[in-house]
C-alpha cells in the first residue's frame, strides 16, 4: 500500500506543479487534462495494489490510455501520439505473450493474492 501513496503523492506534485502551465497553454481544455491525469494517477495506483496479473494489464491499459490523451490535448502533438499508441501496442502484445509463456510454464494461477490456484484452462 505504501508504493499507492508514493504514486498519489507524485500525482498530487504533478497537479501543483502543472496548474499555472495548464492555465496557460490548455484553457479550454483544463477539466479535460484534469480528469485524464486522475485516470492517469488511478493507473497507477491500481497498479501496485492489485494482486494478479490480468487486473495489472487492465490497469496499464487505463494508464497507458489516459497518457495517449494528455500527450494528443495538443493538435501538433498527434504525429507523437501515433508513434507512442504504435509502441504502447506492442508492449501490451509481448506482455501477454510473455504472461502467457510464464503461465504454460508454472501450470498455476494465483488469484487475487489469496493462494486459491486453478489450473482447468491452461491444460486445455
Same mark, same amino acid.
Not at 58 to 68: K, N, R
Given at each position: 500500500m505504501p508504493t499507492c501513496w508514493w504514486s498519489s503523492l507524485d500525482g498530487l506534485i504533478?497537479?501543483?506543479y502543472s496548474k499555472r502551465n495548464v492555465e496557460h497553454e490548455l484553457p479550454q481544455k483544463r477539466i479535460t487534462f484534469y480528469t485524464l491525469l486522475q485516470l492517469l494517477i488511478t493507473g497507477l495506483c491500481g497498479i501496485t495494489v492489485t494482486g494478479? *496479473?490480468?487486473?495489472?494489464?487492465?490497469? *496499464? &491499459? *487505463?494508464?497507458? /490510455?489516459? !497518457?495517449? !490523451?494528455l500527450t494528443a /490535448? &495538443?493538435?501538433?502533438?498527434l504525429e507523437g501520439e501515433f508513434h507512442l499508441l504504435d509502441l504502447g501496442l506492442h508492449w501490451g502484445l509481448l506482455f501477454s505473450l510473455g504472461n502467457r509463456i510464464s503461465l504454460r510454464h508454472h501450470r498455476f494461477v494465483e488469484h487475487a493474492g489469496c493462494g486459491a490456484t486453478s489450473s482447468s484452462f491452461l491444460q486445455q
Open positions: 504533478c497537479v501543483v494478479d *496479473i490480468f487486473n495489472m494489464y487492465v490497469f *496499464i &491499459e *487505463i494508464m497507458s /490510455l489516459s !497518457a495517449y !490523451a /490535448l &495538443e493538435k501538433d502533438r
